[in-house]
């Protein structure tokens, strides 16, 4: 399918560039046109890595084969962990709110996000979460906000009565998992190593 999107990775989990396919091949060739970050891929590197921006796609490792341009062909080499699309986080800020679910309090708190990844998100705020409390948390770098549920699975104390956050996404739909990764693919390319939420 054309104009899907991918993060473009380095072979450590670097996010270099994104880009959209152009056309794939049934010999597990792809062309790809990169849109933002590092533009010059085959000068700099042998392979790189693939994300997809659905969650039916695979990650694959890829040998770049060459590039026009801004157009690139890579060639799948091997399928990576199915993980590395919901680990993998990208930094971003932005101001949002939590709302209960499990637990005892009311209302909302306000909160500023760290990174997102297709499977959770990383914050700080004044509110007392404890581990495996489950809540709503806005995700609101999009044109339309979406308020999905999240899974507190670490927190540590930080400064000036702030808390830092680790959580997962609970029971997305399918809407909302393309919602919440549309966020992670609209943030701007910065070179960041992977780090997976859950470790």
Not at 2 to 14: F, P
Not at 26 to 36: K, N, V
């Amino acid at each position: 399918m054309r104009n899907k999107k991918y993060l473009l990775l380095t072979d450590d989990y670097v996010l270099i560039s994104k880009g959209i396919l152009v056309n794939s091949f049934p010999d597990g060739t792809m062309q790809l046109r990169i849109t933002e970050g590092n533009m010059e891929i085959a000068s700099e590197y042998k392979s790189i890595c693939l994300i997809g921006d659905s969650r039916e796609d695979d990650s694959n490792m890829c040998l770049v084969l060459r590039q026009n341009d801004d157009v690139i062909m890579v060639k799948k080499i091997k399928s990576l962990n199915p993980e590395l699309r919901r680990s993998f986080r990208v930094s971003v800020e932005f101001d949002t709110f939590i709302y209960p679910v499990s637990g005892k309090w009311k209302g909302r708190y306000s909160a500023k996000s760290i990174d997102i990844s297709c499977g959770g998100i990383a914050f700080y705020s004044k509110g007392d979460f404890q581990i495996g409390e489950i809540g709503e948390i806005v995700i609101s770098n999009l044109s339309k906000p979406v308020i999905v549920k999240m899974q507190i699975i670490r927190k540590e104390a930080f400064k000036d009565g702030l808390i830092y956050y680790a959580s997962k996404f609970i029971n997305l739909s399918p809407d909302e998992d393309k919602e919440v990764c549309k966020a992670v693919f609209s943030v701007q390319v910065q070179k960041r190593k992977n780090d997976f939420l859950s470790q």
